[in-house]
C-alpha cells in the first residue's frame, strides 16, 4: 500500500508556503524535490567522509573513495546495468549526451553517415548531433510524430536504413507524456547496424528502468529529476562501445600515463571522468536510488499513472482547453493551452496560489513549431503529489480562465 501521507514527511520543502498557501509543487519535470535521506547523505559526507577520491592513501580519501563508487554500484543496479564499469557520472544528462556526440560521434562518424533522431527530442539531444555533424558531415534524419503524439514507427523503419549509425529517441517527453518504444527502436538500430541512444531523463525517475531490457547502447539520465542533488547525472554505456571511443574531457584521473608529447588513458568508466568529480552530489543520488528502490518503482508509476491519468482528465473538462500528447501510456506530465491567456500568464497567476508549474518552450523548440504553438502550459507530478493538489490546479486554472476571459471581453 503506497502511503503519501508518509512519503510527502520525508520531503521537507512540501511543508513550504508560498503567497500564503500550501505549496503545491507541480513542476517536477524540471527539477524534483529531495527527500530528508538524501539531504542527510550530503551532509554526512561532508561532516565525516569529505576528501579528494582515488588521490589519496589517507584514512578520508578510502573513505570517501569508497561512498563514491558504492554510488556507482547503487546507480547501477538502480538502472538494471549488468557491470557498473559502464556507469559515467556526470553533471546531467546534457553533459551525458553531449560526451557520447564528441567522443563517439567525432570519432566514429563520416560523411554521409546518418543520426536518426525524433522531432520530440529536448534540445540536449539535438544540438549535440547538430554540432557533430558540423564537424563530421553526417546527416540528420528525424521521426516525426503522429496527430496524438505518438512516434511514427512506420516512418521510423523508413529512415533506419544501412546509412544509420545511431539512433537517438527520448524515452519519455517532457512535453507529450509520451513513453516511446525504444525497445522496438533499438532492435530496429541494431538490424541496421547502428547504435540506440536513449534520452531518460523522464523516464529513469517515474519508470521501472532496465537499460538491459531496454536493449540500449547509451542511457542518459539527471540526478536532480529523480529526487538527487544537482550537478550529477550519469551516462551508462555498453562497455565494449565506451572502450572503442575517444576520452571527452582531458585531465586528471582520466590517464594511465602521460608523457610530454601523449598519454595513454585510463580504463572505463574513469577514461571519462576528468578533474574532481562531483563526489558529494553522486554519493547523493546513490540515496536517491536506494529511496526510490525503497518504495518500488513499480509503485512509483503506478502511483504517478493514478496521479496523471486524473489530472488529465479533471483538466480536459476545462473549457476550450487543449491537452497535448496521447490519451494512453502517459507519464505524469500534461501540457496545455487555453486560448487568450500566455501559458506564462497563467504560471504567474497559479503562483499567487502557491501552486508551481511551468510555462515555456521547455527545451523543444522543434516540438512547439510542430504543434503550432510557441510555448504550454506544463504541470507535472510525481511520487508526493496528491489528487487534492490536482483539484486545486484544475480550480486555478478555471479562475485564471475567468480572469482573462473577463480581460479580453
Ligand atoms: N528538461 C524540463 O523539461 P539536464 O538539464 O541536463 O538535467 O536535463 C536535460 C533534459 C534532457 N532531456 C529531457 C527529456 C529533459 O526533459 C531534460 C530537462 C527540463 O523542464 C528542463 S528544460
Redesign the pocket.
Known sequence: MYDIEKVREDFPILKRVVNGKPLAYL?N???SQKPRKVLDALTGYYEQHNANVKRGVHRLSEEATAAYEEAREKVARFLGAPDARGLIFT???????NLVAYAWGRKLLREGDEVVLTET?????LVPWQLAAQVTGAKLRFIPIREDGTLDMDEAERLIGPRTKLVGC?H????LATVNQVERLAEMAHEAGALMLV?G??SAPHLPVDVGRLGCDFF?A?G??MLGPTGV?VLWGRPEVLEEMDPFLGGGEMIREVHLDHSTWNDIPYKFEAGTMNVAQAVGLGAASDYLEELGMQNVREHEKRIGEYAYHRLSEVEDITIYGPEENRTGVVSFTLPDIHPHDLAQLLDEDGIAI?SGH??CQPLMRRLGVPATA?A?FYLYNTEEEVDRLVEAVEKAREFFGAFAS
Open positions: 513542476d519535470a524540471a527539477t553533471r546531467g544528462t546534457t553533459e551525458s549526451i527530442e529536448h534540445h540536449s539531444n527520448v519519455a517527453s517532457n512535453v534520452d531523463a523522464q542518459a539527471s536532480h529529476k547525472g511551468r521547455h527545451c506544463r507535472s
